[in-house]
């Protein structure tokens, strides 16, 4: 899968995608939807470089571009990115290969391209596709096995966790991208000792480390995604927070799962890093010899040699008082996506067998990212053991769960000797107060 535009000695003749720790080099040239802030424009797709975006929409119309790569240019172009994302691996892969090459040192497209970037400084973004349908997975099973853990000390993990990826269809009518607020939810709940419960703002909401997986070319109602087809109709991967309601979800999930506890809010952010960029962290899938080992529609030989991605995750936590002494968001959890116990293939081919059809467009969660060790866990309900042990922050102040005016930052990269490092940019959300609950 590794090609001319994985080679860690390409260069760009932008100075910034050189910088020290740049999440985007021209080895990565992840996707987003964008406008200049506070204009009037309409939002285009753009791909990032350095602190610049490469403007589709300005790029297909200079003429500098052919064959597939056009096409997919101009598909990129439109306010939202399903129509590039319907197009397939090969357009994706001609384009990559296009501005690979027209934003090397040397290329002859320089002086076409340069006045067609707008910095990313100035720039807002927008959900980077129209999501149709939004699946949440379980992925990580260590974080399946700290949760369960909490309500079931003796029998943490639901027997069916080894055999089948366990997920749920959500909503995507409250998905928003990064650096927009959110106002705590407000919700049922039965708190210790009531006898009846009470509808208030939640008091134990919390952040949940995810990746996004966005979905290219589907398949037809009815036809399942063989598990070796199923990477070339996924896009790519961008950060997800699905922040969580606990005590509303402790409430309401039984019998039929969360409920008002997840629909209020998930935050992805602006960047999809493609499968393609991604290929130099390729990992084998392995499970412990003791474990079941997946049935035969989840299973193929390509899966194991390469199904699993290295990609380093952090989440951080800035609280008002933070902000407003001018201190920076302090990192509460780093991990790793190959920690998953199921692969974006797994997840894909899954979804599928039953003959549900997938669109451009669709976003998977892998569910909450969680390492083996305390440290890495993707969740506060987690970190904190349930709320009974508090983070102390670099300010003094104590977290069990989120409070107002708490920022939360997700940032991904990936990084190995022989490689080029790449990165996702970052995710964020700010808890607003909630509002006033209308009886009447």
Request: overall charge negative; some cysteine; proline content about 8%.
């Amino acid at each position: 899968m590794l090609n001319e535009t994985h080679d860690p000695g390409l260069s760009s003749w932008l100075a910034s995608a050189q910088a020290p720790d740049c999440d985007f080099p021209v080895q990565n040239l992840p996707f987003a939807v964008f406008r200049r802030r506070g204009s009037s424009e309409s939002f285009r797709g753009g791909v990032a470089l350095g602190d610049q975006i490469v403007d589709l929409s300005a790029l297909a119309s200079a003429g500098v571009l052919d064959g597939e790569a056009q096409r997919a240019a101009l598909a990129g172009s439109q306010t939202k990115l399903n129509a590039l994302m319907a197009l397939g691996p090969v357009a994706w892969s001609a384009l990559r290969l296009a501005l690979s090459r027209a934003l090397r040192v040397g290329s002859r497209l320089q002086a076409a391209i340069e006045p067609l970037l707008v910095p990313q400084a100035q720039a807002e973004y927008d959900v980077p596709a129209h999501i149709g349908d939004y699946t949440d997975f379980y992925t990580s099973i260590h974080h399946a096995t700290q949760i369960g853990r909490l309500f079931r000390p003796d029998n943490p993990l639901l027997p069916n966790y080894k055999w089948v990826p366990i997920g749920y269809h959500g909503r995507s009518s409250s998905i928003v991208v990064s650096g927009q607020g959110f106002h705590r939810p407000v919700g049922q709940t039965m708190p210790p000792g009531a006898a009846q419960p009470s509808v208030g703002p939640c008091k134990r909401l919390d952040i949940e480390l995810e990746l996004g997986i966005f979905m290219g070319a589907g398949n037809a109602l009815g036809e399942s995604i063989p598990i070796d087809a199923a990477e070339s109709h996924v896009f790519g991967l961008c950060l997800l927070n699905d922040w969580s309601a606990r005590d509303i979800q402790a409430w309401e999930y039984q019998p039929l799962g969360p409920f008002l506890a997840k629909s209020f809010a998930t935050t992805v952010s602006p960047w999809i890093v493609t499968l393609e960029a991604l290929a130099p962290y390729r990992l084998p899938f392995t499970r412990p010899a003791d474990d079941p080992q997946p049935l035969p529609y989840l299973d193929s030989a390509v899966n194991r040699e390469g199904g699993a991605l290295d990609i380093r995750l952090e989440v951080a936590l800035q609280t008002p008082r933070m902000r407003e002494a001018g201190h920076g968001a302090a990192a509460i959890c780093r991990t790793s996506y190959r920690h998953a116990y199921w692969t974006l293939a797994q997840l894909v081919a899954h979804h599928t067998v039953n003959g549900c059809n997938l669109q451009p467009g669709d976003l998977l969660g892998s569910g909450t990212l969680s390492g083996p060790t305390p440290q890495e866990a993707g969740a506060l309900i987690e970190l904190t053991g349930g709320g009974k042990q508090p983070l102390t922050l670099p300010s003094g102040e104590q977290r069990v769960f989120l409070e107002d005016g708490d920022l939360v930052s997700l940032r991904g990269w990936c990084e190995r000797p022989g490689a080029a490092r790449i990165g996702m940019g970052e995710c964020t959300g700010t808890v607003l107060p909630a509002r006033e609950v209308r009886v009447r």
